[in-house]
Nanobody
Framework: QVHLVESGGGLVQPGESLRLSCAASARILRIDVVAWYRQAPGKERELVARNSIRDGTRYADSVKGRFTISRDDSKNMVYLQMNSLKPEDTAVYYC????????????WGRGTQVTVSS
């Protein structure tokens, strides 16, 4: 059973930066999609950033120009660089991976808390 573990969350002030990391507990072959989602209290989980080998990268409108998703498939690592953080970015952030087999296998992390507050 492969697990994803997020790290790098914490409490920061508005305008500051954080870098989230996501590590797989074992090798995942042929990763297609990597993504970060977030869920704020009382809200549904939403897509923050997504990168696919086939479809490229896309971001939620609310984070465009501030967040950057990156991946290192050789290490099974996914990153989310978050700059100019705002209080509305406060949420639990989840890592997601999907391989390109058919049927595909999806993997979720357990989340890391990001709190932006002065």
């Amino acid at each position: 059973q492969v697990h994803l573990v997020e790290s790098g969350g914490g409490l920061v002030q508005p305008g500051e930066s954080l870098r989230l990391s996501c590590a797989a507990s074992a090798r995942i072959l042929r990763i297609d999609v990597v993504a970060w989602y977030r869920q704020a209290p009382g809200k549904e989980r939403e897509l923050v950033a997504r990168n696919s080998i086939r479809d490229g990268t896309r971001y939620a409108d609310s984070v465009k120009g501030r967040f950057t998703i990156s991946r290192d498939d050789s290490k099974n690592m996914v990153y989310l660089q978050m700059n100019s953080l705002k209080p509305e970015d406060t949420a639990v952030y989840y890592c997601y991976l999907k391989n390109e087999f058919s049927p595909a296998t999806e993997y979720w992390g357990r989340g890391t808390q990001v709190t932006v507050s002065s």
